[in-house]
């Protein structure tokens, strides 16, 4: 059942409920990934001078890192969501004066469905000579959260920056500028 609630009581519980998620993320990002990942995750061609000709993602390391992420962040989602969020009393009258104040009404949260994962691999320039190569995860939970009147879902999306590498390349003799 889905029903008009208060935007303020909305408004807090989803940012509790992104909170969480972020929360749930970071603790299975920092149990996964482990330094040196950008070598895991990158193959790096080079010719017989030493250069750089290819860069290539291992795709099944990325996915074995995407659902060890994925079922983590599940893992500690489900954990947090057991204890449930607190909304003051007065958030649910609508008036303003009354937000934030009385005791505390406890909401419960369930997580609905997997988490999903997706990658984002991107190069930026970053000089005359130089090539940032960054690799974003991006972790997305819907999660249902349960009020004295009904319950309403909550789509939270967190952005992990995993790697990023400058890529170095010769230094051009000659510079045109227009």
Do not use: W
């Not at 993602?57 to 893992?75: C, H, K, R, V």
């Not at 959260?145 to 000659?174: K, Q, R, W, Y």
Request: hydrophobic share 45%.
């Amino acid at each position: 059942m889905i029903f008009f609630v208060n935007p303020v009581v909305a408004g807090a519980s989803k940012a509790k409920i992104e909170s969480m998620t972020v929360k749930a993320v970071n603790r299975a990002i920092s149990g996964v990934v482990k330094v040196g990942t950008y070598r895991e995750l990158v193959n790096i061609q080079y010719d017989s001078l030493g250069k750089i000709t290819s860069v290539s993602t291992n795709m099944m390391q990325m996915n074995g890192l995407s659902s060890d992420i994925a079922n983590l962040s599940q893992n500690f989602l489900e954990l947090f969501a057991s204890q449930g969020i607190s909304v003051p009393l007065g958030t649910f009258s609508g008036m303003p004066i009354l937000t934030g104040k009385g005791p505390g009404v406890n909401l419960r949260v369930v997580p609905i469905g997997a988490v999903t994962c997706s990658f984002n691999s991107e190069f930026i320039g970053a000089g005359i000579n130089q090539t940032l190569h960054r690799i974003t995860l991006k972790v997305k939970s819907v999660v249902n959260l349960i009020m004295p009147l009904g319950s309403h879902h909550v789509t939270a999306e967190v952005d992990v920056l995993l790697c990023d590498n400058v890529i170095v390349g010769e230094v051009p003799e000659f510079l045109f500028t227009r």
